[in-house]
């Protein structure tokens, strides 16, 4: 019934470690999305989760992002050997189904901050 | 490249008054546009949304207006209220993903 959750709210870590944010999308929301907005910045486009098809990663920055969607649900995005610039809110967001007209909903966001 | 931006980073209005905001895409090709009110330390919350086959979508005290001549979207809020105050974005989508200005910060004086 609630809308898209994320944890952790925060998380501190120190460059160089790997770090997992998870989203929990709206219940019977076929797809997913992640986005990241820096300080004073708009929301930026990294990943998307379609449904049964391949996910659009042509936002992510690096080979360091990586992310992944079980059973249709959950998606875990995964930053690994971390950087300060990589501080940021990180946001997930769902919609009931795949398509460009489509309204997507937000969570709270993880902050990260990397020192 | 895409790119959505918004013409004033910051808008200042008295409450009770009416707030313009407005925003200038590029992609022509964009099917879908939505504006989002971001309040501190939350995510976006969804106001209102209008697809390219309309000009004029109404909402409870907000409407948006889309000109695709010119590339402009705008969101009008009528009897602006505090609580109206934050950051607010547009955003356009023609793949799915979503193509976001920088945002505008509403204030409203008391």
């Known amino acids: 019934g609630a809308g898209v959750s994320q944890s952790p709210s925060n998380k501190v870590t120190e460059k160089g470690k790997d770090v997992e944010l998870r989203c929990d999308p709206i219940s019977g929301h076929t797809a997913l999305y992640w986005y990241r907005q820096s300080l004073g910045q708009g929301l930026e486009f990294l990943i998307y989760f379609q449904g049964n098809s391949a996910p659009d990663k042509s936002g992510l920055p690096s080979d360091r992002f990586s992310a992944e969607r079980t059973g249709g649900s959950v998606s875990t995005l995964t930053i690994q050997r971390t950087q300060q610039e990589d501080s940021a809110v990180y946001l997930c967001?769902?919609?009931?189904?795949?398509?460009?007209?489509?309204?997507?909903?937000f969570g709270p966001g993880t902050r990260l901050l990397v020192l | 490249g895409e790119s959505v931006g918004l013409h004033l980073p910051t808008l200042s209005v008295q409450e009770g008054d009416n707030s313009i905001i407005n925003c200038a895409y590029s992609n022509s090709a964009s099917d879908y546009f939505i504006w989002y009110k971001q309040e501190s330390g939350k995510g976006p919350q969804f106001i209102i949304d209008i697809r390219s086959n309309m000009d004029k979508r109404q909402g409870q005290r907000v409407t948006v207006l889309l000109n695709k001549t010119v590339k402009h979207l705008s969101l009008q809020i009528a009897a602006t209220q505090p609580g109206d105050s934050a950051v607010y974005f547009c955003?356009?989508?023609?793949?799915?993903?979503?193509?976001f200005g920088q945002g505008t910060t509403l204030q409203v004086k008391p």
């Open positions: 955003a356009e989508s023609n793949t799915g993903k979503l193509i």
């Open positions: 967001a769902s919609s009931q189904r795949a398509g460009a007209q489509e309204t997507q909903y």
